[in-house]
């Protein structure tokens, strides 16, 4: 029987060839599409689950309170792992780690290269964690100072097919490591990444070579530090009982104002929640969950809405089986069996688009999912899930309507199109969700546009940032000093910190009456740093030229209702270091994401950039004329900074483009968002397309007589279009006031927004007008077209 089903199935497929490509086509490109996003959902839900003790690990944080301010880090003292798991007998094991970035790696043949992620770590990294290595031993590869592990993409990197243990590599130009072992490449769903893993005592060697003072410092005490400390548990339940233990072992400090919380932060909780970085957005994963479920549910209503659109052409069909003894269990298993089948090929051929759409769709995101992760036991289960609930939605309907029919009605022939009511549900659905998703698109557009020409306080355009480390502080008056030489740069200025990075220092202190303890950010900066990036003035200092002595400050208008200021500020003291005299305040610039309304800010300026340098490296910033030839000028730049700096790499950034970054998110959103509009667009009008021409099909004889008693193409046309049309105009008014609100909701995370406007709904609506309108035309006309003399013999 099943044989007989398919072979049916088969052969109607075949006879009805537009029909069977509009159902597979639509189902398939849903499908692809379904695929590609809950490709990228279950990645970011798969972070960190590899590991074979992930439900037991933990890292560590702090909460340091001072008055009503807050900040939270994850760096602890070197003592601070031990001691935590001497005092409690619910710690199996410990890893510390200090993540060095931007150092530079040289080989024995002198070839040279920046590399992001050197990390140092105790030997117990591979115990805790389940990062396999390739080449070496577990307990000693980590055990000696200076040792190191590479990753494979290292390996290959450096040393080709050539064996890499035993070689050397040289850090920062004067630490030379010996590699140990070789570790496989972490996951793409690792919180954790890595291309160099280094035995911890080499970095307190290099620690004791470089700041004796600093380094005893940080092993003096038990408390916050320079290190990230992750437990391994004895059992994940145990976590209260560990954090409860923590402030017990951890070395008070007298007079100090703040007040400290420390918590342990599952390793499974750190994608979604305190990653301290760019890593995902919670709420955007639901975001394209919800579009992947909408995409899916638009191409099998499409495949729901044709199969029982034709279900007059099956009726005889069925009445005969129902005569012949078939009862309605049978006749809708058979419908089934046809579902399933195109179901099957329709998934076959959403794989292959899965492959081809793929790269496009990761390079959109800029994100990378291993190859490997396709065949992971977790997203072949998703795929499963995603076929099955296909096939059971699919040809449920359709089955349930074609088994109904009444098979003495149905020979007679007198059965009429089943399911109009859901058919035009379906479409005021399809429609609704294109809708809101041209809507939201546009938006997110318009959000992305209104931030890039914000007015945030300064001029970022055709400003460099160039990164200059500590060794340059020797060479740096003449470096800048040559730039500023140079045909097309306006100005040159430093700063301690870059802009738009994400993260601030913070000084504690009191207000200048004394009677509240606050925090408030600050850079130092030099003299032509408000010049350079066209920072206005709010209360300009009486001798500007004494805002670099070391007892001045500047603040910005924001910090004056912080310090509790009452009249003019200058003049007044705030407690940095000393004593510090508010010498000028300026007006409110973003120096941070426009999510967030512009904070206190607290300017330090120097006369001698080249302390900035000495003490933690700093950040050049040149502007360069509009007019300027900018690749010649960069090339005289690099020039530059190569004659003084032989050992690392010339690295800069368009001050434009780091501020860009920050919505890295949002341009991932809104890249998206277009694809899966045109998706959705394509779907809804496939299937309009295929509904159009079933009903030109099944009225192909009014048709005729009509044309034979005069009517004209045109009204013709309007007759097959206009019920169509009305729905379409339904589904806009029905999708307005959702797209409104989820246009809102999202809007809310920005504290500069656009206002939502009424002419982009009114533009969505007609464009979805103009698109169902093109579609319906494109086969009425053609039905319309046809000789009545042929319309009217057709049986």
């Not at 008070?252 to 970085?277: R, W």
């Not at 496009?360 to 076929?387: E, R, W, Y």
């Not at 809101?436 to 992305?448: C, D, E, M, W, Y």
């Not at 309009?688 to 013709?716: D, H, N, Y």
Request: charged letters at 20%; proline letters at 4%; glycine letters at 6%.
């Amino acid at each position: 029987m099943l044989k007989n089903y398919l072979l049916i199935a088969i052969r109607n497929l075949w006879r009805n060839k537009l029909y069977s490509a509009i159902n597979i086509g639509g189902l398939a490109l849903g499908l692809a599409v379904s695929m590609l996003i809950m490709l990228y959902v279950v990645h970011e839900y798969s972070y960190d689950h590899f590991h074979t003790h992930s439900g037991k690990i933990v890292r560590t944080i702090y909460r340091a309170k001072m008055g009503e301010n807050f900040i939270q880090m994850n760096l602890f003292s070197m003592p601070f792992g031990p001691a935590v798991k001497q005092n409690s007998a619910h710690v199996e094991d410990f890893v510390r780690m200090r993540t060095s970035n931007r150092v530079v790696i040289k080989t024995d043949d002198d070839q040279k290269f920046y590399e992001e992620k050197f990390l140092f770590a105790d030997p117990s990294v591979f115990t805790v964690f389940s990062f396999p290595l390739l080449k070496g031993n577990v307990q000693h590869v980590l055990k000696k100072p200076f040792s190191v592990v590479i990753s494979e993409q290292i390996a290959h990197k450096y040393f080709g097919d050539k064996d890499p243990v035993g070689q050397t590599l040289t850090y920062d130009e004067k630490h030379l490591f010996e590699i140990t072992g070789v570790v496989k490449d972490a996951p793409s769903n690792s919180t954790l990444t890595y291309d160099f893993i280094a035995s911890l005592p080499s970095y307190d060697a290099i620690q004791k070579q470089e700041g004796p003072d600093y380094y005893a410092s940080q092993n003096a005490k038990i408390g916050p530090g320079a290190y990230e400390t992750y437990f391994l548990l004895k059992d994940g339940s145990d976590l209260p009982l560990v954090q409860k233990a923590i402030p017990s072992v951890v070395t008070k400090e007298e007079g100090s104002v703040l007040q400290f919380q420390y918590v342990l932060d599952p390793l499974l909780n750190i994608h979604f929640g305190n990653n301290f970085g760019d890593s995902s957005n919670l709420q955007y994963v639901w975001i394209f969950m919800g579009v992947a479920v909408l995409i899916l549910f638009l191409a099998l209503f499409n495949y729901m809405s044709l199969s029982t659109a034709r279900a007059t052409k099956r009726a005889k069909e069925v009445g005969v089986r129902k005569v012949m003894g078939a009862d309605r269990k049978r006749i809708a298993g058979q419908f089934y069996m046809e579902s399933m089948l195109i179901s099957l090929v329709s998934f076959v051929l959403g794989l292959v688009l899965l492959q081809f759409l793929k790269p496009v769709f990761l390079n959109t995101l800029q994100l990378k999912i291993d190859t490997d992760f396709l065949f992971s036991p977790l997203f072949v289960m998703v795929l499963t899930g995603l076929l099955i609930v296909t096939i059971l939605i699919a040809g449920s309907y359709p089955s349930l309507v074609l088994s109904g029919f009444s098979p003495i009605q149905a020979l007679k022939g007198k059965v009429s199109m089943t399911g109009t009511a859901v058919r035009k549900g379906f479409i005021v659905f399809q429609f609704a969700v294109s809708m809101v998703l041209i809507a939201g698109s546009i938006f997110i557009q318009q959000q992305i546009a209104f931030i890039r020409n914000q007015k945030i306080g300064m001029n970022k355009e055709q400003v460099l940032m160039i990164p200059l480390d500590k060794e340059f502080k020797n060479n740096y008056i003449r470096f800048r000093n040559d730039i500023r030489q140079q045909t097309g740069v306006r100005s040159v200025a430093a700063a301690g910190s870059p802009l738009f990075s994400g993260g601030w220092n913070v000084i504690f202190t009191k207000t200048p009456d004394g009677q509240q303890d606050i925090s408030i950010n600050y850079m130092i900066v030099d003299e032509e740093f408000l010049k350079t990036l066209e920072i206005e003035w709010a209360i300009p200092p009486a001798i500007e030229s004494q805002i670099s002595l070391n007892d001045k400050i500047i603040i910005n208008q924001k910090a004056i209702a912080k310090l509790n200021l009452k009249g003019n500020p200058i003049g007044k003291q705030l407690e940095w270091d000393g004593a510090k005299e508010i010498a000028g305040v300026v007006k409110n610039f973003n120096f941070s994401s426009l999510k967030y309304e512009i904070n206190d800010l607290a300017l330090k300026v120097v006369k001698d950039t080249s302390q900035i340098l000495a003490s933690q490296g700093g950040h050049l910033f040149v502007r360069v004329d509009p007019k300027a030839n900018l690749p010649k000028t960069l090339a005289q730049i690099e020039h530059l900074y190569t004659t003084y700096q032989t050992k690392k790499p010339f690295e800069y950034q368009f001050l434009d483009d780091a501020f860009d970054k920050m919505y890295k998110s949002e341009h991932r959103l809104a890249a998206m968002m277009k694809a899966f509009t045109g998706v959705a667009i394509f779907i809804a009008c496939l299937g309009l397309f295929g509904l159009i021409a079933f009903v030109a099909e099944m009225r192909t004889k009014e048709i005729g007589i009509r044309k034979v008693l005069g009517a004209s193409v045109s009204s013709i046309v309007l007759l097959l279009c206009q019920d169509f049309i009305r729905l379409v105009v339904f589904a806009i008014i029905l999708a307005t006031p959702i797209a409104w609100y989820v246009t809102n909701q999202w809007l809310q995370e920005f504290a500069y927004r656009i206002e939502i406007s009424w002419i982009v709904f009114a533009l969505a609506g007609i464009g979805a007008i103009v698109l169902a309108v093109c579609t319906i035309s494109i086969q009425a006309i053609s039905a319309a077209r046809v000789n009545p003399i042929k319309s009217l013999r057709t049986e």
